[in-house]
């Protein structure tokens, strides 16, 4: 792969499950540091944390060697463990129901095509700097969503 490695942390919450969600990235490289979140207002968390690692991505301009830190068993397991068996039984689970979020699985594996990417699993909630960061611009992209709700409802005199 060309170009240095970069560390994404990645992180989803939500108000409600579902209810309004937000996502955020923390991305470095070399000596940079890049914030990205975004929220939606009818989600889950699952969704959000598939978004993160999505949005840390899709924000690459040209193939690299990434690390994400995830603190979501969820992603890390889905697309490291599970996927190929999901494909290859049509998209159903070993229990035959259909896989929730299929449009965000595919998304995320087309995401991964050009990168060469590791997967690492941090505890949520336990201090990791990168994690913390993440999940602290989900959480204000949730915040700011509710208020550009409350905005549009209630527009200034």
């Not at 505890?123 to 549009?152: I, T, W």
């Amino acid at each position: 792969m060309a170009g240095k490695a970069v560390e994404a942390h990645t992180d989803g919450a939500c108000s409600g499950n579902p209810g309004p969600g937000g996502w955020g990235v923390v991305l470095r490289w070399g000596g940079t540091t890049r914030e990205l979140s975004g929220a939606e207002p009818a989600t889950t968390n699952n969704r959000m944390e598939l978004m993160a690692a999505i949005q840390a991505l899709e924000a690459l301009k040209r193939p690299v060697a990434i690390a994400i830190h995830t603190d979501s068993t969820y992603v890390r397991d889905g697309i490291t463990r599970w996927l190929h068996q999901w494909k290859a039984n049509g998209w159903r689970t070993a229990a035959k129901k259909p896989v929730k979020n299929q449009d965000l699985w595919e998304r995320l594996e087309a995401a991964l095509a050009t990168h060469e990417v590791t997967w690492h699993w941090v505890r949520g909630h336990a201090g990791d700097p990168g994690n913390e960061r993440a999940d602290q611009l989900a959480r204000e992209a949730v915040v700011a969503l509710r208020a550009a709700q409350q905005e549009s409802r209630h527009p200034p005199d």
